[in-house]
């Protein structure tokens, strides 16, 4: 069974501060005990296409794998290590990040897809992000019978933990619209 889920977000704010803003989402220390769940974060790779002016980033993000204790015992495990690409295309305005898991797939497969674009009802203003989730228990012996309350209970952490990192957004992109006023000054 997968469970699947989408969220859309309007950030009063432009696309230039929330792009600057999802890089700094993680390396701001404050953030760490909102983001209680992320661990690490470490660039793997960065390229910019020189013909195409895009940014191509592979991160490797680990985290503290979602679910009950119990499940933490089945699978030997309480971490999730997971692949972040992301891609950045400042002519059009537009940043995609593709999140999978590397680790733990033969219990749980994960892909998040959140993209930023200019709001098309104030295109210079507002930045509109939207976040698809699928979450997918493989079928196993020991957690056939869980596995829907296990794929709700990812969900349903999976959406606190958007919350949490809505909030975080939220306040990096207000330090980065004062930041910049005081530039201009």
Known sequence: MVRA???????KHPWEIVS???WRKFADPENKRILSHIQEVDTLNHKLD???????????VTVHAPGPWFIHRIIGQ???????LTVVD???RSMQLTTRNISLQKFLEVEEKIRYEPHPDNLTGWT???QETSIKIKPLSKLASMAEKIEQRCVEKFMQNSAKGREVMERI?????????????
């Open 5 to 11: 889920y989408g969220q859309q977000h309007v950030y």
């Open 20 to 22: 600057s803003a999802s």
């Open 50 to 60: 020189s013909e195409s002016g895009k940014l191509y980033t592979t991160r490797a």
């Open 78 to 84: 309480d971490t999730c290590h997971c692949i972040e």
């Open 90 to 92: 400042a002519k059009n």
């Open 128 to 130: 509109v992000c939207k």
């Open 173 to 185: 992109c207000k330090y980065l619209e004062a930041e910049s006023s005081e530039i201009a000054l």
